[in-house]
């Protein structure tokens, strides 16, 4: 029975992607010769962000999202994205928006308002854009995951559970009692639930990033947005938080008079040291998982550009090794998720820890 | 690049998305999951101190019994000899008193024979007494008649009496 099933599916989607191969060839012989594969372009539109959700095996189709913008005299202006997507301009109210094309202003395919003279004007977008809506959806699966564990606690008492909540028990002991509760201490129960949340949002967005379809597919923690934000978060945690100690290590450290009283080199080093911790923490989840969905969709390209550059054959034949190199690199991103994620985390809880140092404890490491 | 250029509206949206989670998680959900993993934790830790305790007990189980049998077995020889010893100290006890009430009864028995034999003896004294003067009535009447009749039924008498002893 399974093997049936096994078999119906993988003909389904054998067929889906020889009619949507069909498809994409058909298109690309109809257009005419400047309409070629243009591998930077597709990259960044599917790595980037928009204003619609786009619906497989469909170029022009999107899932319409609320757009909400402050125009330029201050008005909010509230429509659906299918208003400008198909690049129209919208009259709502006296103000008149579009979606840029020109490169000029730098916002390319961001929503502009039109000004009396023809010129563009950015507003202030709040649109409930495909990258919001993604997170909007991984912090309602945390509290999804997070509430129906609650639930089995509070119905089941002592009882393990099972399935899908076991391995998430399983996951929250290895991130807070193996990893969080060593570092911090008895500081653990005050930290741990902002980094459990991080951890699990984390988390959660990579792995919405790997599923193609809606409502995955936004490249979540692959945008500077998202990971600035966390890692900003991190950032205030630790110093907002950091004993006296902290910040006498670092201006004033334990370190030969020659060091930091002409010339501040070792309270300049230690300075840069502060801004430098969440720098890293926020480019090294942006290029994992960036990197990740970037070699995925690149070894997808090859197919396109190899049966552009060739033949027909040829591209068939580049699909069968693609689709084996990208399904390897799928795998090994679910591991790069967990791992950023579970990096990210401790991380956090190191640099939190680090900024709790108080003289005593001090005292006794270094003896 | 706008991967590159952080777009305020996500930033914001993100900022709000993420502090909504943490104040939903960190209220209800993290310390309520920690701490019941914790009790469990405590629980299982405790359960497998309890069943070691249990085992060694039940290994300690059959020499205690052991002792315990042989205490009992002592106590009941000891009970079985005392009971014995009860036994015959109580026949003895009968015995004696057995012997007293038989030794009051003989003794009773000879007063009486004693006081018997001295009333019979007192009776056979009157009654010989009785006797000798019925025969010397009879002597002294026939003495009126013959002396030699006198004589003949005095010996008779006499020898009435002497069988009559």
Known sequence: MKKVITAIVALVILGLMAWGYAQSAQHSHHQSEDSKVNPKETIFEHLGDAYGWEVPFSHSMRIPLPIIAFAQDGSLHCFLSSRVTSGDTYQDGDATFKLSTSEEGGYKGKLVQVLGDGSEYRPWDFSITKNVLGILIAAALVILMAMSLRKWYKRQGMKAPKGFKGMLEVVIDFVYTDTIKPIMGKEAPKYGPYLLTAFFFILTMNLLGLIVIFPGGANLTGNLAVTMVLALITFAVTNLTGTKHYWKEIFWPDVPMALKCPVPMMPLIEFLGILTKPLALMVRLFANMLGGHMVVIVLILLIMIFAEMFSTAVGAGTAVISVALSVFMLVLDTLISFIQAFVFTLLSTIFISMAHVHEEEHKVVTE | ?165
Request: net charge negative.
């Open chain 2, 1 to 165: 690049m706008e991967l590159f250029k952080p777009e305020f509206g996500l930033v914001f949206w993100m900022f709000l998305a993420f502090a909504c989670l943490y104040f939903i998680l960190a209220k209800w959900a993290w310390p309520f999951i920690i701490k019941s993993m914790d009790e469990r934790a405590t629980l299982i830790d405790k359960g497998v101190a309890y069943a070691q305790e249990a085992k060694s007990h039940l290994d300690n189980a059959k020499a205690e019994a052991d002792a315990l049998l042989a205490d009992a077995r002592k106590q009941q020889a000891d009970i079985l000899r005392d009971a014995a010893k009860m036994k015959t100290e109580i026949i003895e006890q009968a015995k004696a008193d057995a012997a007293l009430e038989a030794k009051k009864v003989t003794d009773a028995a000879q007063v009486s024979i004693e006081q018997a034999r001295k009333e019979s003896e007192h009776q056979l004294r009157q009654d010989v007494g009785a006797y000798a003067l019925q025969i010397a009535e009879q002597v002294i009447r026939r003495n009126m008649q013959d002396d030699k009749a006198q004589r003949d039924l005095v010996q008779k008498m006499l020898s009435e009496v002497e069988s009559k002893n």
